[in-house]
């Protein structure tokens, strides 16, 4: 009888999905892994095995990933410290190479990961097909090497990917106009990449359970948040290091037409299924209340 009640429970499981798959059928969905919740192989199988799900039933999702802790180690391994000025990598012509190899590594290791479970993937970075074409970010006026501020995604290659049923995985590099290869955030890559391909959804996997209003409190986690209130803690301080550019990068995404922006915990296995498929909204999501009144009208 037991084993009964558990597969009905399976079936409602299932049936809860329904809704969600019909709703983003044929939808780009953009996932943006980074953070500790990678360096774990385990962890990194499972996120992965949930991306390859949203994709056989028939979501078009595209990965784009960071490896900021792995590049971290390598700086350290060759004698060098890791400095970041607003939670961007000093990156000189040494840092550029170091980075440059391993997001590569970390590149075509996770479609290795997406091909073992029979799904398509094709392993890109920004130089690819031209994809993203960049010019030096200053920060604050302040030059910090040859680190990238969007200036142009080319959809192109990532469209004709996903067209032929690959799921693209991007890593966070790009051109400028001499074609001389940048570093570049990749909250910055996954919130452009969503805007420019229309992204249905963009899913940001770290390592922390979502945004706190206090980050020393985990009791102030919040659920949702309206860009106003984002501004706030912005302004308010409440935003440190690299969670910084992501909440910019959620505001940037809502406010150029991205319906849903989410925070979630990668280190939580299957937060992205719980978070797509069912009703118990996890981690933070940053939400244009207008526009979700546009919607409801
Ligand atoms: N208000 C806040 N709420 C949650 N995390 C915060 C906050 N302020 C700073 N952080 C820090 O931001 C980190 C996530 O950013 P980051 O390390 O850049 O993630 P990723 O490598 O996944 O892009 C968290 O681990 C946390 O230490
Ligand atoms: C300019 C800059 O800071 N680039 C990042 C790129 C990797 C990244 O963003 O990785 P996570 O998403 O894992 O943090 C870096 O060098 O760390």
């Known amino acids: 009888m037991e084993q009964m ?26 996932v943006k892994y980074g953070g500790s919740a990678m360096l774990d192989e385990e962890l990194q199988l ?3 095995k949930d991306v390859a799900l949203l994709k056989l039933v028939g979501m078009q999702p595209i990965i784009v990933h960071g490896g900021g802790k792995e590049i971290s180690k390598w700086v350290g391994l060759l004698g ?8 961007l990598r000093v990156t000189d012509e040494e840092t550029m190479e170091v980075a440059e190899m391993v ?20 392993g890109i970075s920004g130089k690819d097909g031209a994809t993203i074409k960049v010019e030096k970010k200053l920060v604050n006026g302040q030059d910090i090497g040859y680190v990238g501020n969007i200036i142009d995604i080319n959809v192109d290659l990532i469209n004709t990917l996903i067209d032929n049923n690959f799921i693209p995985v991007i890593a966070p590099i790009g051109l400028d106009e001499s074609f001389h290869a940048y570093n570049i955030n990749a909250d910055d890559v996954a919130c452009a990449i969503a805007t420019a391909v229309g992204a249905e959804k963009l899913a940001f996997l770290t390592d922390t359970e979502g945004v706190y209003k206090d980050p020393e409190d985990k009791r102030t986690l919040i659920s949702v948040l309206s860009l106003e209130q984002a501004d706030e803690l912005i ?14 990068n959620c505001i940037d995404a809502v406010r150029n037409g991205v319906s849903r922006v989410h925070i979630l915990d990668g280190r939580m296995e299957h937060c992205l299924l719980l978070e797509f498929f069912t009703n118990r909204g996890i981690g933070t999501a940053i939400i244009n209340y207008e526009r979700l009144f546009e919607h409801e009208k």
């Open 103 to 122: 997001l590569g590594k970390v590149n075509k290791g996770l479609v290795q990961k997406v091909e073992q479970l029979g799904v398509k993937a094709v």
């Open 80 to 87: 060098h410290e890791s400095k970041f000025v607003e939670g």
């Open 235 to 248: 302004e308010g301080g409440y935003i440190e290091g690299g969670m910084l550019p992501k909440i910019k």
């Open 46 to 48: 499972n996120v992965i």
């Open 5 to 30: 009640d558990q597969l009905l429970i399976k079936a409602q499981t299932l049936i809860e999905a329904l809704p969600y798959i019909q709703k983003f059928n044929n939808k780009k969905v953009v």
